[in-house]
């Protein structure tokens, strides 16, 4: 059964860093484009990055272009999303997710898999 976990969520200061992870587990990972979304209260899930299993093709929404950087370690299957000058607007729930096509989707329902997400909190 496929498996994706997030970690390294957590209360951080506006201006400040965090890196979250994903760990995936019985899933060919290195064939597969792993994307990061995430869900304010009240919000529809938004597309924040995602990185391609062919190339490393690499694709950002604006709202965190030159903020968040997103990488992959097919070795240990796992993605990170680091995340700098924080906002407080980035404050939501982080999932990872992973889609086996080698397209990079921003639509949510494209991925097949999905983790349980881990809470990120900016204060401002």
């Known amino acids: 059964q496929v498996q994706l976990a997030e970690s390294g969520g957590g209360l951080v200061q506006a201006g400040g860093s965090l890196r979250v992870s994903c760990a995936a587990s019985?899933?060919?990972?290195?064939?597969?484009?792993m994307g990061w979304f995430r869900q304010a209260p009240g919000k529809e899930r938004e597309f924040v990055a995602a990185i391609s299993w062919t190339n490393g093709r690499i694709y950002y929404a604006d709202s965190v272009k030159g903020r968040f950087t997103i990488s992959r370690d097919n070795a240990k299957k796992t993605v990170y999303l680091q995340m700098n000058s924080l906002k407080a607007e980035d404050t939501a729930v982080y999932y990872c997710a992973a889609d086996a096509s080698s397209m990079i989707w921003t639509i949510p329902t494209k991925y097949e898999y999905w983790g349980q997400g881990t809470q990120v909190t900016v204060s401002s």
């Open positions: 019985e899933l060919t990972f290195s064939r597969y484009t």
